[in-house]
């Protein structure tokens, strides 16, 4: 059962959720992870310029992920950062670049789910996971979110991401932010969760 972790990070927040999303998939009997980001697109100058070069560094070895990869995944869990309520455009021409899967439905039945980080508390991550589903429905994935079985997601004593439809962080206006525990327990669950689901959909 392979399980892919496909996202971008510009300053480190989506890749540190992707880590626990990786970690929690893990946990499942016969998964098989890969994390993987998506291609960068911006220039060096204007990752510069954006303060982003520092912190990519810290996950730079990670392999940029290849459509066979897709391909040959039996679930793929998708992450991205918020850009004005919706995915990043890095992760958008990542999938608009998968019109030949699409073509022969080389992703029809596999699972699928999403997860993300803003900068602020209502900066617009469930519009970003929402809208994501939408390109996953295109492709014939089964979308799993994030239920309440994860009751992290009840909490109100401090500021959380995590909703039905998927974990999430909040980074701060400036980035300052680290995922909390209570959000990286909401992402091992998504990564659980997804390859539990998985393995029963493979037996
Ligand atoms: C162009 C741009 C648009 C953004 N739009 C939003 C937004 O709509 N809502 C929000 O809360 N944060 C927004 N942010 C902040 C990012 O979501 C934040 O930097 C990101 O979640 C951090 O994740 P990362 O460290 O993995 O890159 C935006 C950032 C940029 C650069």
Redesign the pocket.
């Known amino acids: 059962m392979k399980i892919l972790v496909v996202y971008?990070?510009?300053?480190?927040?989506?890749?540190r959720m992707a880590e626990a999303v990786a970690d929690g998939a893990r946990e499942v009997k016969g998964a098989e992870v890969l994390m993987r980001r998506v291609p960068e697109t911006l220039p060096e100058d204007v990752l510069g310029k954006?303060g982003?070069l520092e912190?990519q560094k810290r996950f730079v070895h990670v392999p940029v992920c290849t459509q066979e990869e897709l391909a040959s995944a039996d679930a793929i869990i998708f992450g991205t950062?918020?850009?004005?309520?919706n995915m990043c455009g890095q992760m958008r021409q990542f999938l608009d670049a998968t019109g030949g899967l699409w073509a022969r439905g080389a992703l029809v039945g596999k699972v699928g789910g999403v997860f993300?980080?803003?900068?602020?508390q209502h900066?617009?991550q469930e519009s970003t996971i929402l809208s994501f589903h939408i390109t996953l429905l295109h492709h014939g994935m089964i979308v799993v979110g994030l239920p309440y079985a994860f009751q992290g997601q009840m909490r109100t004593d401090e500021v959380s991401g995590g909703s039905p439809y998927g974990a999430s962080t909040i980074?701060g206006t400036s980035?300052e932010r680290t995922p909390t525990e209570n959000e990286l327990a909401g992402a091992r669950f998504q990564g659980r969760h997804i390859a539990e689901i998985t393995a029963r959909l493979t037996a």
């Open positions: 971008y990070s510009m300053y480190g927040h989506v890749h954006m982003a912190a950062p918020t850009r004005f309520g993300t980080s803003s900068g602020t900066g617009g980074a980035g």
